[in-house]
C-alpha cells in the first residue's frame, strides 16, 4: 500500500515561515509522477496550491506566487513546500497527492495566528 505522510505543519505568526515534508514510500516510481500539494480551509473547498512535475517544473496558484516553493529529491522520495511570509489566510489542512492518482496524505494543520 502507497504511503504519503506529511509533517511540518504548525502554528506559526503572520510573516513566519514553515517548510512542509511530503514522504511517499512503499512506491517505486516515484520520480516517474508529479507530486501536488492541496490546502482547505475551514468551510472551503481543497484547493491545488503548487504542483512539481517529473522533471522539475513548477507551478503555482496566484495566491502564493513569491511564497512559496515546491520542491522535490527524488533520492529520498519525499517533496517539499517552502512557506514564506505566511499570512493568515494561509491557515488550513496542507495535504499532498501523487500525481492525479488516488493517493493522498492524511494532512498536516497550519495555523498562521499572532
Known amino acids: 500500500q502507497v504511503q504519503l505522510v506529511e509533517s511540518g505543519g504548525d502554528l506559526v505568526q503572520p510573516g513566519g515561515s514553515l517548510t512542509l515534508s511530503c514522504a511517499v514510500s512503499r512506491f517505486a516510481y516515484f520520480r516517474n509522477f508529479n507530486v501536488n500539494w492541496y490546502r482547505q480551509a475551514p468551510g472551503k473547498e481543497r484547493e491545488l496550491v503548487a504542483t512539481i512535475t517529473n522533471i522539475g517544473s513548477t507551478n503555482y496558484v496566484d495566491s502564493v506566487k513569491g511564497r512559496f516553493t515546491i520542491s522535490r529529491d527524488n533520492f529520498e522520495n519525499t517533496a517539499y513546500l517552502q512557506m514564506n511570509s505566511l499570512k493568515p489566510e494561509d491557515t488550513a489542512v496542507y495535504y499532498c497527492?501523487?500525481?492525479?492518482?488516488?493517493?493522498w496524505g492524511q494532512g498536516t494543520q497550519v495555523t498562521v495566528s499572532s
Open positions: 497527492r501523487l500525481g492525479q492518482t488516488e493517493y
